[in-house]
């Protein structure tokens, strides 16, 4: 993703996924075996009466095809690839959900904000790790686990009452969603930054916590 919000991708790849079972299962069962993710497949999309509606059946459901099945969740994530193309197997079209507070805690911040705080980090040679971009317009940093118990006191250290600005952690017993996943009618799950190689060691949330503070303070004028 550049500074104008304009979600960057490689040469000669759609901007829009296709939410193709396929694609799903090959996403989940990489982030397991190379990334060593906890995984979890949640509910899909199903076509009802020509339109599409979450599994779940809610008319009102915030998140269409991109959220947790059932309550105990949490205990159903599995790192074993063998498991995962288990689940897949079972729901092809399921959401990929990552749990939060295992390998990654992820912070959560504005898009706009994001934008300006990841091009801010990348002119300084930081060492980020993967970013996900969602269809709700926000940014989501992956960090080592623990920052979610960190990140208020951070904010506050540098002169924002935690609340004050548009920036929080997930961390246990949390999740995010991730590509290619789609979110109803909204769009895709993408990555602004892709899990590589390059990115496989995480960054400690205090590495970043200062460049996405100051572009949310910038959003509140």
Not at 1 to 25: C, K, N, Y
Not at 109 to 128: K, Y
Request: positive net charge; hydrophobic residues 40%; aromatic residues 6%.
């Amino acid at each position: 993703m550049d500074v104008t919000g304009q979600t960057r991708f490689p040469a000669g790849t759609s901007q829009i996924p296709q939410q193709r079972g396929e694609r799903l299962r090959d996403a989940a069962v990489r982030y397991a075996e190379e990334r060593h993710w906890d995984v979890l497949s949640g509910a899909w999309l199903e076509a009802v009466d020509g339109v599409e509606r979450c599994s779940c059946k809610a008319a009102d459901c915030p998140a269409p095809g991109a959220h947790p099945t059932g309550r105990d969740w949490v205990n159903q994530a599995t790192g074993s690839a063998v498991v995962v193309r288990r689940m897949w197997a079972r729901t092809p079209r399921a959401a990929i959900l990552l749990p939060t507070g295992r390998t990654f805690d992820a912070l959560d911040v504005p898009e706009s904000a994001g934008c300006l705080a990841l091009a801010r980090m990348e002119r300084r040679r930081v060492e980020l790790g993967p970013v996900t971009c969602t269809p709700g317009r926000r940014m989501l940093f992956f960090v080592l686990p623990g920052a979610a118990a960190k990140v208020p006191d951070l904010v506050r250290n540098l002169g924002w009452p935690p609340n004050a600005i548009d920036l929080t952690a997930r961390g246990e017993g949390d999740y995010v969603v991730a590509p290619p996943t789609r979110v109803g009618v909204r769009g895709p799950i993408q990555w602004a930054r892709r899990p590589t190689a390059a990115n496989r060691w995480l960054p400690d949330a205090e590495e970043l916590v200062s460049a996405l503070a100051y572009a949310c303070g910038r959003e509140r004028r």
